[in-house]
């Protein structure tokens, strides 16, 4: 079993920065890939970044390519997305995921994370 809690979310003007932590509880944290999500309002669940269980692969939607920046510290037991140039279509909340260990689904798939958090909400306004 794994727990998460996204923190650092907030109301940002756009253009600015924020940075998103995803503090996970139990043993397997550093043998699980890893990956953020949103959801804005109306609108379906979508992938935002992924980060292997070592840190050695990133995968970023278009959206977000060259201005997110996914990380992660296993001692730490938590995952970042540091998120700069924002937009107010980045406006959404956002979730962090555990992928299924052994898993072979793409990782830009819901399907693929067993474990989510609660979320946390980013409104970037313009």
């Known amino acids: 079993q794994v727990q998460l809690v996204e923190s650092g979310g907030g109301l940002v003007q756009a253009g600015g920065s924020l940075r998103l932590s995803c503090a996970a509880s139990?043993?397997?944290?550093?043998?699980?890939?890893m990956a953020w999500f949103r959801q804005a309002p109306g609108k379906e669940r979508e992938f935002v970044a992924f980060?292997?269980?070592?840190?050695?692969?990133?995968w970023y939607a278009d959206s977000v390519k060259g201005l997110f920046t996914i990380s992660r510290d296993n001692a730490k037991n938590t995952v970042y997305l540091q998120m700069d140039s924002l937009k107010p279509t980045d406006t959404a909340v956002y979730y962090c995921?555990?992928?299924?260990?052994?898993?072979?689904?793409?990782?830009?798939?819901?399907?693929?994370?067993?474990?989510w958090g609660q979320g946390t909400q980013v409104t970037v306004s313009s």
């Open positions: 995921a555990v992928r299924r260990l052994g898993y072979s689904g793409v990782y830009y798939s819901i399907i693929s994370y067993e474990y």
């Open positions: 139990g043993r397997t944290f550093s043998i699980r890939d």
């Open positions: 980060i292997t269980r070592n840190g050695d692969i990133k």
